[in-house]
């Protein structure tokens, strides 16, 4: 079977900002072979454990940086699981229907308890209007700033349903644990990890105005994969992702040439 990454002929659309301009050529779907599976189960498992030892057993000095910069390794953790229902959107989880869209509903939820079917159709809606008023990722330069972006960001996607159940969840889990850890661990790396995704998979590619042979309206981080990865999931390549949305993330990175 041929690989994922193999190039093919046609070269991809570009426009003076896009990064896909000079590239060889686009990168041909392929099955996925399980190893969709296999990266989603890395990033559950992952999440799950760290969670399950910062809540359980992890006494923090937080006279040191180890609670600190653990917080921002299970925020990364927290955009994993983001970014693993965002690939289930698109379909490259798995190619079976079911257990792609079981194992998106089962990330999106973890994530402080995002709804994948209503996620869903506005993903799809922000690719097929990218920038413009039926977007709903799109800010209309009415409101200027990062901060007035995000509300209505925010605003779009976050539900009454969301807020009842984290407030619910925080009191449950405070009860077993302590408060100080519950807070620092499960509730502000969610937090962080909204801001991280929208930062990097929406307001840097979005903002301001774009050539009009942009087909994407989107910008791209520069070629680095380490920061890329650390930095989004590789979602800073924002442009190949709108070029390419059949890429998952863990591959996303071969589209950046």
Known sequence: MRELTQPVTETAAS????????????????????????????????????????????QPDWGTPWPY????????????LFITAHD??????????RLNNAIGTLAAGLFAFNWFPGM??????????????HDPDFHDGR??????????????Y??????????????????????????????????LGTFQLFYFGTYLPHRGEHEADNAHKSRSQFRHHLWAFV???????????????YLPWWRLWKAKA
Not at 32 to 55: I, S
Not at 69 to 80: I, N
Not at 233 to 243: K, N, S, V
């Open 88 to 97: 289930a959107m698109h379909g490259v989880v798995s190619e079976n229907k």
């Open 158 to 191: 976050v539900t009454v349903w969301q807020v009842l159940l984290m407030a619910a969840t925080y009191n449950v889990l405070k009860l077993w644990f302590p408060q100080a850890n519950v807070i620092a661990f499960w509730m502000l790396p969610a937090v």
């Open 15 to 58: 426009g003076p900002e896009s990064p896909a301009r000079g590239r060889p050529g686009r990168i041909r779907p392929a099955p996925l072979q399980g190893r969709g599976v296999l990266a989603a189960g890395l990033v559950l498992v992952c999440w799950a454990a760290l969670l399950t030892f910062l809540l359980a057993f992890y």
């Open 120 to 133: 869903l159709a506005k993903h799809h809606a922000h690719h097929r209007h990218v920038a413009t008023e």
């Open 143 to 156: 409101h200027p700033g990062f901060l007035p972006w995000f509300v209505r960001f925010a605003w779009n």
């Open 231 to 245: 930095s989004c999931y590789f979602f800073g390549y924002h442009y190949e992702h709108h070029d390419q949305p």
């Open 69 to 80: 910069l653990l917080a921002l390794l299970q925020t990364h953790l927290y955009t994993g």
